[in-house]
């Protein structure tokens, strides 16, 4: 079973702030994905990244980068220069790595981020 | 494109009535995931499609509730008799082979249920 900590239950910063949400994570598997969903206002959740458990290489999308630390179980997103488009509420996930579980995602309780004009 | 399209996206009910709640996933998707997300648990998956058959329905809380997918375009997710502990937004998900390409889950809008 895997489990999945963010501690932050709700972030408020001011528009153009850097901003760090943080994801702990457990699991027995050696292989594994990771995942970062955001639910904005709306509802809907909308996918921002898919990361193998094997591949501990930084990622930069535009404003947005990962920063995966496989010793410390953690993969940690930061949002530059935050946008009021921005707040939402951020889940991290992880999941097995095939075996026919790779669909079976554990989201955590999220991160509201609320980004104030 | 059109996305997943769920209905209705709000729904309320009394106690003990039957609710159902209906899923369009996008077309050319082969697996379907039905949520729930409330204040308590957050998000649950309930259960797990793949080419319309029910791969992993472990998570489908008791016998009250039951899901279908009589074919690729559609599926239901069916609650009967309802009850006030049901209340939650339901959220139906799909996605080309999860394994495949970025696994990404598309989700739906959500149906906000509300058992009084």
């Known amino acids: 079973a895997q489990k999945v900590t963010q501690a932050q239950t709700e972030i408020s910063v001011v528009e153009k702030e850097d901003v760090t949400l943080d994801c702990v994570y457990e699991?027995?598997?050696?292989?594994?994905?990771l995942f970062w969903y955001k639910q904005p206002p709306s509802g809907e959740l909308v996918f921002l990244i898919r990361r193998n458990s094997f591949d501990e290489q930084n990622e930069i999308s535009g404003r947005y980068s990962w920063n995966f630390q496989k010793s410390t179980s953690s993969f940690n997103f930061t949002i530059t220069a935050s946008q009021v488009v921005d707040s939402a509420v951020y889940f991290c996930a992880p999941s097995p790595w095939g075996g026919g579980s790779n669909y079976k995602l554990t989201f955590g309780k999220g991160t509201l981020l609320t980004v104030n004009p | 494109d059109a996305g997943v399209i769920q209905s209705p996206r709000h729904e309320v009910t009394e106690m003990g009535q039957e609710v159902t709640l209906r899923c369009k996933p996008i077309?050319?998707?082969?697996?379907l995931f039905w949520y729930r997300q409330t204040m308590m648990r957050g998000l649950e998956l309930l259960i797990y499609?793949?080419?319309?058959?029910?791969?992993?329905d472990s998570g489908m809380p008791e016998d009250r509730f039951s899901a279908k997918m009589p074919n690729a375009s559609f599926s239901t997710l069916k609650i009967q008799p309802s009850e006030p502990r049901d209340s939650a937004v339901y959220f139906c998900?799909?996605?080309?082979?999860?394994?495949?390409?970025?696994?990404?889950?598309?989700f739906g809008e959500g149906s906000r249920l509300t058992v009084l």
């Open positions: 499609f793949n080419n319309n058959v029910p791969i992993d």
């Open positions: 077309s050319g998707h082969n697996s």
């Open positions: 699991t027995r598997d050696t292989t594994y994905y």
């Open positions: 998900a799909s996605s080309l082979n999860p394994g495949s390409n970025t696994g990404e889950l598309f």
